[in-house]
């Protein structure tokens, strides 16, 4: 193969990279804090900007989830989730985070599409009203004006075994966002309550910068190319 062809070649791959989004599958970290993260790239619940409604138990094979709007292309790193009371059987309880992409805000995770799933278990012990943040097996890419679904999937076990979720109402960060639970049944959702959750992580380039990119790098090929000719004509 001729440095010309290996050259495009490399060249074609090297944007492809940038641009290819993989879903993530596999284990999850979590860890326990007092304190809300800082630097969040989306959050849905100020505690200041809402009125606090009620606390929502998770329980055996309950899931619940917040929707988010993402305006940019982002890439997430962290989900916390705020947490007030739990009973001593919730400790070390199995989860599951799963992460839905939807064509709109009114879509359910199951007619959504599953993106990343990453499972793990609770800490050992929890303190109350603090804050639950799940790091999952891989970073996440999630794309400009697309919506997402965050959800805590309860893993099998005590009847007992409970985590409380504060739920908030009158919240000005909400930006019509859904609220999503499910028990043994269909999905439901709160269209005035939203939980508590931040997602951390990384701005991305857009697809527009990515090709911009593509565009220098392919000029910077044309012009190496026309000298490369030219030394080779001089040289005859």
């Known amino acids: 193969m001729n440095h010309k062809h290996s050259l ?69 790193t962290n989900i916390t989730f705020a947490i007030s009371v739990y009973t001593p059987e919730g400790l070390s309880k199995p989860f599951t985070l799963e992460i839905y992409k939807t064509i709109n805000k009114t879509n359910s995770p199951a007619l959504g599409t599953l993106i990343s799933s990453s499972s793990g278990n609770l800490p050992a012990t929890l303190i109350s009203n603090s804050y639950l943040t799940f790091t999952p097996t891989s970073d996440v890419s999630l794309e400009a004006t697309n919506w997402y679904i965050f959800m805590l999937v309860s893993g099998t076990g005590s009847t007992n075994s409970s985590v409380s979720f504060p739920m908030y109402s009158n919240n000005a960060d909400m930006d019509n966002t859904y609220s999503w639970y499910k028990d043994t049944g269909s999905y439901g959702r709160y269209t005035t309550r939203s939980f508590e959750v931040y997602v951390q992580g990384i701005p991305e380039p857009s697809t527009t910068m990515v090709l911009a990119l593509a565009g220098v790098l392919l000029s910077g090929v044309m012009v190496l190319r026309r000298k490369t000719r030219r030394g080779a004509s001089g040289n005859h």
């Open 8 to 76: 495009k070649i490399k060249l074609f791959s090297f944007v492809l990279v940038l641009i290819a989004v993989s879903p993530a599958f596999g284990a999850a970290t979590v860890t326990n804090t007092t304190n809300a993260p800082t630097n969040n790239l989306i959050f849905e619940q100020d505690p200041t900007a809402g009125d606090f409604s009620l606390n929502y138990s998770w329980t055996r094979d309950w899931q619940i989830g917040q929707s988010f709007y993402a305006a940019t292309n982002l890439t997430a």
